[in-house]
Structures are given as C-alpha cells and as structure tokens.
C-alpha cells in the first residue's frame, strides 16, 4: 500500500495488470485505491485525466491493456490489447479482481508478432495527406528525378490531366506531408528517414513516393481507380524486393483505397514477409482526425519500440 495517498505508483498498477489472464479487467474504485494510491486528479480531472499520454495511461498500456470504460467512484474496466503471454498469477494478497470471460478481438493476436519486428530493418508503408506545408526549393527542372519504372511515370503523367501537381516548388515528400499521421509521429519519421529505411508513401497525386522524394503540391486522394490496374500493389512489392526489407509494416484506415493497395499487393507471390496491415477500430466521431493520429501514434510505439505506447483501437492484419 503506497504511505502517501495523494501520489500514485503507476509500476504497480502495471504489475497488477501483468498478473491476468482474460481480456477484460474491471477493477473497483477501492481496488484501484489499494493497487497505487489514487491522486485527486482521477476524480477532479475526468476525463481528462483518464487519457492521453500520461503516466497512468502508459502504466496500463506497457502492461498491455486499453481503457474500456470509467465509472468514476465506483469502477474501472480494462481491455487487453494482446493475448495473455502465459498463465496468470495471483494477484497480491487483499486485491481482488473480476475477470469477464474472454472477448476475441481481430488481430489482437498480430501485436506481439508485430512489436517483434526491428524497424530499422523493415520497410515501412505510410499514407500521404490532406495537409500540406506550402513553399519549398524552386524547382530547376519541369519533373524531380525519379528512379522509378517508366510505368510509374507514365500514369503519374495522365493522373496530372485532371489533378494538377504544381511543382514549381518541391519539398520532400515526409516534409511536405502535415496531416495528423505527419504531426503525430514527425519526430520518430525522421528519425527513420534520416536512418535510411525506406519508407513509402502511398500517395493520390504521385502514386508511390519513397520519403525523400521531392514533390509539389496537389489535392487529390489517393483512388486505384485512377492508376493502371495492379500497378502499385505490383512496384509496392518490387520494391520491398529491391530494398531487401526484413518485414513490411503498412498503416492505413481499414476502409481506404490505401488500405486496398496493401492489402492486395501480391506479397505472397514474391515471397515477403512477415506483411502487417496496422489500423484503428472502434473509433465514433472524429474519425478523420483520430484514426489518422492513432496510426501516427502506433508508427512512433513500434519505432520506439514501445508497447506502452500503442493506441487504444489498435488492430493488426497480418497479410503474409
């Protein structure tokens, strides 16, 4: 029992969630009490206090759960974002807890493959933006060199017919790109870039982009419609070929024409893998700025290698 009820020692509720099986936890609010101490701010301060990047948030998290639910001075209820990794232990004497039976959650069973993947060895698929820094260098030729397949360059060129690229100005791509997915995870993408991963941008105007490519500027969303069929899911792969990638981990709302480009690329004919498709479920209003921020956060927990910091709704399809 922490001597000083006004500060909590988050280690423990981390600890305490360790110790069990099942994929639901709800804990009494004197449980709660009992397991860290628990700070006014849990009362005061809700529901802020309940989410975001915090200390508590992190404690919970690092032990591989998500908040489900807050019944403020009566109970809290945790979800298990990965499988149990073996049997439970007891809880500490005095703690009790009531674990609902188990509740399957798609591709719950990928996160632990997923956060074994080295990302400095793997290349990482990204999608582009609404959001878009303005300026840049001056462009000294009509078209930024590109070592892409003609193919590539051919379709880019009709896609431009009825979506104008304006590339009097060029800045490349990862910094071109400002939307909720770029300001959430700007720093661990550059970090990746700067290492030299490949990192590709799944992109309306240009197709694909490897990171450092320069580009103009335009507004389009990406269609597969609009490019020559299976061209992207075929030089998505060549490239994953090309750069020897260890793993490929792509990110992208589930019901996108990004997410069908993934998802479609023949990776097992080439023989990639592991192939993850990392998104967000379960998320009400505010999707178009949520999902895009949660999967900028799920970009920065695997960079960091960091489960702790892996977003609530977090699902993980392996594809090969």
């Given at each position: 029992m922490p001597s000083d009820r006004s500060r909590a020692d988050y280690s423990r509720l981390t600890e305490w969630l360790t110790r069990h099986g099942g994929q639901i936890v709800t804990v009494s609010w004197d449980e709660l009490d009992a397991v860290v101490g628990r700070p006014p701010s849990a009362t005061n301060h809700y529901p802020q206090w309940w989410h975001g990047d915090r200390p508590n948030t992190r404690a919970w998290r690092a032990a591989g759960f998500e908040l489900e639910r807050v019944d403020v001075g009566r109970s809290v209820?945790?979800?298990?974002m990965t499988p149990p990794a073996g049997p439970a232990l007891r809880p500490r004497s005095g703690v009790s807890s009531r674990i609902a039976s188990p509740v399957p959650r798609?591709?719950?069973?990928?996160?632990?493959?997923?956060?074994?993947v080295d990302p400095r060895r793997a290349m990482l698929v990204?999608?582009?933006?609404?959001?878009?820094?303005?300026?840049?260098?001056?462009?000294?030729?009509?078209?930024?060199?590109?070592s892409w397949p003609e193919s590539l360059s051919i379709a880019r060129d009709r896609v431009w017919g009825h979506a104008p690229v304006d590339e009097s100005n060029v800045l490349p791509a990862w910094r071109r790109y400002q939307g909720h997915f770029y300001r959430q995870a700007r720093?661990?993408?550059?970090?990746?870039?700067?290492?030299?991963?490949p990192v590709i941008i799944l992109s309306g105007g240009y197709g694909l982009l490897r990171a450092d490519e320069p580009i103009g500027i335009y507004n389009k969303v990406l269609k597969?419609?609009?490019?020559?069929?299976?061209?992207?899911?075929?030089?998505?792969?060549d490239e994953a070929a090309r750069v020897?990638?260890?793993?490929?981990v792509a990110f992208a709302a589930a019901t996108t024409d990004y997410a069908k480009v993934i998802r479609r690329a023949p990776w097992r004919r080439r023989g990639i893998s592991p192939v993850f498709h990392?998104?967000?479920?379960?998320?009400?209003?505010?999707?178009?700025?949520?999902?895009?921020?949660?999967?900028?956060?799920?970009?920065?927990?695997?960079?960091?290698?960091?489960?702790?910091?892996l977003p609530a709704g977090l699902s993980v399809e392996r594809l090969a």
């Amino acid at each position: 029992m922490p001597s000083d009820r006004s500060r909590a020692d988050y280690s423990r509720l981390t600890e305490w969630l360790t110790r069990h099986g099942g994929q639901i936890v709800t804990v009494s609010w004197d449980e709660l009490d009992a397991v860290v101490g628990r700070p006014p701010s849990a009362t005061n301060h809700y529901p802020q206090w309940w989410h975001g990047d915090r200390p508590n948030t992190r404690a919970w998290r690092a032990a591989g759960f998500e908040l489900e639910r807050v019944d403020v001075g009566r109970s809290v209820t945790f979800r298990r974002m990965t499988p149990p990794a073996g049997p439970a232990l007891r809880p500490r004497s005095g703690v009790s807890s009531r674990i609902a039976s188990p509740v399957p959650r798609p591709g719950a069973a990928n996160v632990a493959e997923l956060l074994a993947v080295d990302p400095r060895r793997a290349m990482l698929v990204i999608p582009c933006s609404g959001d878009k820094a303005r300026g840049g260098q001056p462009n000294t030729r009509p078209t930024p060199a590109t070592s892409w397949p003609e193919s590539l360059s051919i379709a880019r060129d009709r896609v431009w017919g009825h979506a104008p690229v304006d590339e009097s100005n060029v800045l490349p791509a990862w910094r071109r790109y400002q939307g909720h997915f770029y300001r959430q995870a700007r720093r661990e993408l550059d970090a990746a870039v700067a290492a030299g991963v490949p990192v590709i941008i799944l992109s309306g105007g240009y197709g694909l982009l490897r990171a450092d490519e320069p580009i103009g500027i335009y507004n389009k969303v990406l269609k597969r419609s609009d490019w020559p069929q299976g061209l992207l899911e075929s030089l998505l792969v060549d490239e994953a070929a090309r750069v020897g990638a260890e793993a490929v981990v792509a990110f992208a709302a589930a019901t996108t024409d990004y997410a069908k480009v993934i998802r479609r690329a023949p990776w097992r004919r080439r023989g990639i893998s592991p192939v993850f498709h990392v998104t967000i479920s379960g998320v009400g209003g505010g999707a178009m700025v949520e999902v895009p921020r949660r999967l900028g956060q799920a970009f920065s927990a695997l960079w960091e290698r960091d489960p702790g910091g892996l977003p609530a709704g977090l699902s993980v399809e392996r594809l090969a």
